[in-house]
């Protein structure tokens, strides 16, 4: 069965809220498991196991915080292991101009890095979901629209 693994890191609980969300996308377009981690409990035999990684991370400072960056320090024992995999990235921030799409960019550069497929979007999303504070019914729809988005690639690219 195709996989789906969506690591997260979370202070607040907004970028656990959105994960959710990610992973209600992903279910919905059938046909999948979806798995749910938090950051600190990752280990690269998650990552090589999934056909689907999406990660999210608080903004701080205009970049990903270091529990989630750790994920991917400790990912380069496995580079080019992850190659081929669809990636996506979710940030939650504190206000407008405060990084979430530098975040964003952050996040999507260790996964080209890896040889990954990143899912992007043709519209104000292009790079990922990136919230200011709780997420609304919206965003979370966005979130959803990622999951999906990542899912339905995944699906495409591994048929059954």
Do not use: W
Not at 24 to 41: F, R
């Amino acid at each position: 069965m195709r996989k789906i693994l969506v690591v997260f890191d979370s202070k607040s609980g907004n970028t656990e809220t959105m994960a959710l969300a990610v992973a209600k996308g992903a279910e919905g377009a059938g046909d999948l498991e979806v798995k749910v981690k938090k950051a600190s409990e990752i280990k690269n035999s998650d990552l090589q196991a999934a056909d689907g990684i999406i990660l999210g991370s608080p903004t701080y400072f205009g970049q990903m915080s270091a529990k989630l960056k750790a994920v991917i320090d400790e990912s380069e024992k496995i580079h080019k292991n992850l190659s081929g995999k669809v990636g996506g990235a979710f940030t939650s921030s504190g206000g407008t101009a405060s990084g979430g799409e530098t975040t964003l960019l952050s996040i999507v550069h260790a996964m080209l890095i890896h040889g990954m497929i990143v899912q992007g979007r043709a519209d104000d999303m292009c790079y990922g979901v990136a919230v200011i504070g709780a997420p609304s019914k919206e965003d979370l729809s966005e979130c959803e629209t990622l999951g999906r988005n990542v899912a339905s690639l995944v699906k495409k690219l591994n048929p059954a």
